[in-house]
């Protein structure tokens, strides 16, 4: 099955929202790797897949651990409860791969 690119279907508006999603990165006062474990328990909290992926492998190249990974996916347990799990098995999968 052939994956569909979001952003590619929404041509214009897809790539406006990307330019919007870099310039709330760049102008960020948190620094690169806060930011991203900021998001993914964000990710985490709202229940979301969608790019764990390419977050969990960004947090990784950039220098992120498997127990920083764990704990801001564990930031959302307060709030969803075991509702993590499935999150957490993912991105877990994906450190140690």
Known sequence: MNQINLFEELGQTGTSYMKFVKVLAAESALE??????????????????????????????????????KSAILVAMPVIGMGVAPILKIALEICDQ
């Open 32 to 69: 690169e790797k806060t930011q991203h474990l900021a998001y993914l328990s964000v990710l985490t909290a709202k229940g979301m897949t969608d790019g764990l992926d390419f977050h969990v492998k960004e947090l990784l190249r950039i220098g992120a651990t498997r127990a920083e990974i």
